[in-house]
């Protein structure tokens, strides 16, 4: 599959990204060969004539890569174009491959994210002229959530500077915005049809408090201006207002066996119709286990693009709902199914359980899950950083870390992202304040160096998260592969990671765990090796190496692995002098297999034709 991400790079499209290559010359078609290579689901399109196969392209693939010069592209597809939220998206690349130009489809195709996959894969420069994107704002329609009204008028006030409000009825997991996007929450009434004195969240005309002068005018004022409302209520749109929709309605679902999936669709329609709740925030559906494979529930899930979650009986029987039901009791083992399984997460319930002849259906609303990304930024060169790093740096609007790491990454923070930095030795404080910040519902990214799981913050940070908060784990490059890179291939079987920091573990448990590497045979990779506190323990541990194999196994020490200053070291467990090591070195020591090989440390992977 592409590794373009279908759902963020094609506008919500689900399944495959189908993506048409079109060429006309020997050079472009060599390059539509290297990126079918590389993409299963992409297909070099030909035909009778070029112009052929990019129509052929438009109309069947989700995506076209065009190795064709832009003007010509453009007079051929002119006539094709209907709405950029089902257009293809199009990308242009030159002859010689050195630009790949998102013409088409920008957001809502996906075409500035197929550029940038387009460049990395054949060494070519991503070109995006899409506003948002060119000055570091996120786009209203790149959030993964569906999005109606004014788009481009919203999005050109936020351009300009003018004032935007962004009215949304909860905190939720939104990336950093400017700090001239005023965000106002106004928390949802229990009842799902609002009285007149939250209507400013659903655009209607607000009860009037009292107000003269100038107070009442600069109230008038900004009720003409541009807002984004974030809201899972059916509201009136007009020129100046965008609506977000927040994945935050569970549907429960109920039925008799082998149940019309017309019958669920139309009393779920009229349920969410009925209580002004609109389907674009559908979160799920929800029922109980014995009904995960009811074709006609599944078929609605299907028809509204959500999955469907089951849960067993004896759970559902342990949610407290307000139309418990004894006869439901006795035939599925719960008194409750529609409601239980809307309410089975938390949340409040809007609409009751409502029936037709087969089905019965029922609606809660889910409070907002916040995000903690974990990333790791590599070793510190910003080609060994991931795109997914990028990508969740610039998803975020709170970004806590080290203050040396966050200095490596502020420029690909977005404008308005708040920024949490502490100095050394506050990794607990630093993980309870990301965790806290998720928890509140914002989106957040705790960075660290290397790989965030390994010696860094995502072990302290889950310590303290919950089940209120949707994690994601970013890898990285660690300090000790960038190391053993440039040193060869020392880890080329088995090994293990150790750090000589007895801060938080004793040095007896380091000893006994370092013994322990040393008589298994294993490639050893010591972290946190030596500092002006702590000056004998890489001694002792050498030694304990020493006791185990030759003197001559080869060690490597690595500083500043990838970044300004680095140093690479070979020396032996015999010849190694710890005064050269420091907290910003990494030491690898070799197993009694391990050889140097043109001056490069190799340890066997063990085959038989070695001997």
């Known amino acids: 599959m592409s590794t373009v991400d279908p759902l963020a790079a094609a506008g919500g499209r689900k399944g495959p990204f189908l993506v048409g290559l079109v060429a006309a010359t020997a050079a472009g078609r060599g390059h ?59 990308v242009v690349v030159d002859e010689a491959a050195r630009h790949a130009v998102a013409l088409l489809g920008g957001h809502a195709g996906g075409a500035n994210a197929l550029a940038a996959e387009v460049g990395a894969l054949l060494d070519a420069r991503p070109v995006v002229t899409t506003a948002t994107d060119a000055v570091g704002l996120p786009g209203l329609d790149t959030l993964g959530w569906a999005v109606e009204g004014a788009v481009a008028a919203v999005s050109r006030a936020i351009l300009d500077g003018e004032p935007v409000r962004l009215v949304a009825d909860a905190t939720w997991p939104l990336p950093a915005l400017p700090e001239h996007v005023r965000v106002e929450i106004a928390p949802p009434p229990s009842d799902p049809h609002p009285p007149t004195s939250t209507a400013t969240l659903t655009g209607g005309p607000a009860t009037p408090t009292p107000a003269v002068g100038a107070a009442a005018a600069e109230d008038d004022e900004r009720a003409e201006g541009w807002r984004i409302l974030v809201t899972d209520r059916v509201v009136p749109l007009d020129g100046r207002t965008v609506v977000l929709r927040p994945p935050s309605l569970v ?272 490639v050893a990779l010591l972290y946190n090796p030596r500092s002006r506190a702590r000056e004998w323990q890489l001694g002792a541990a050498l030694e304990t190496f020493a006791a185990h194999r030759p003197p001559d196994t080869p060690v490597g020490v690595v500083r500043n692995a990838s970044r300004p200053g680095q140093r690479v070291h070979l020396a032996t467990l015999a010849t190694l002098d710890p005064a050269l090591v420091d907290m910003y070195s990494v030491v690898v020591v070799g197993s009694s297999q391990t050889r140097v090989v043109a001056g490069r440390m190799v340890t066997p992977r063990g085959y038989r034709w070695r001997s």
């Open 32 to 90: 539509a060969h290297h990126l079918a290579a590389a993409w299963p689901h992409a297909r070099l399109v030909e035909a009778e004539s070029v112009a052929d196969a990019l129509r052929e392209a438009w109309r069947g693939y989700d995506a076209v890569v065009a190795f064709l010069a832009t003007g010509a592209v453009v007079r051929i597809l002119a006539p094709l174009l209907a709405d950029k939220r089902t257009d293809p998206a199009v």
């Open 251 to 522: 549907a429960g679902i109920g039925s008799s066996r082998g149940v019309p999936a017309a019958e669920v669709t139309g009393l779920l329609r009229r349920a969410l119709a009925d209580a002004g709740l609109s389907p674009a925030s559908l979160r799920c559906l929800a029922s109980v286990d014995l009904k995960a494979d009811e074709a006609g529930i599944r078929a609605t899930a299907d028809a509204y693009g959500v999955p469907l979650q089951t849960w067993p009986a004896a759970e559902l029987a342990g949610v407290d709902v307000p139309h418990p039901s004894e006869v439901v009791r006795a035939a599925v083992g719960t008194p409750s199914v529609a409601e239980a399984a809307a309410l089975r997460g938390g949340g409040t319930l809007l609409v009751p359980k409502t029936a037709s002849a087969m089905a019965t259906v029922a609606v809660a609303r889910q409070a907002p899950r916040g995000r903690l990304a974990l990333v790791g930024l590599g070793p510190g060169a910003a080609d060994l950083r991931t795109p997914r790093a990028v990508a969740e740096l610039r998803r975020a609007a709170v970004v806590v870390g080290l203050d040396q790491y966050l200095d490596q990454v502020r420029d690909l923070l977005r404008p308005g992202t708040r920024v949490l930095a502490s100095g050394l030795g506050a990794e607990e404080a630093r993980a309870r304040a990301a965790v806290a910040e998720a928890a509140a519902g914002h989106a957040v990214a705790l960075v660290g160096s290397g790989d965030a799981g390994v010696y860094a913050m995502a072990s302290p940070a889950l310590e303290y998260a919950d089940d209120r908060i949707d994690v994601v784990g970013v890898p990285g490059v660690t300090a000790g592969l960038a190391a053993s890179a440039l040193l060869g291939a020392p880890l080329g079987h088995d090994h293990v990671y150790l750090s000589l920091s007895d801060l938080h573990t004793p040095w007896e448990v380091i000893a006994r765990r370092v013994t322990a590497a040393a008589e298994g045979d294993l």
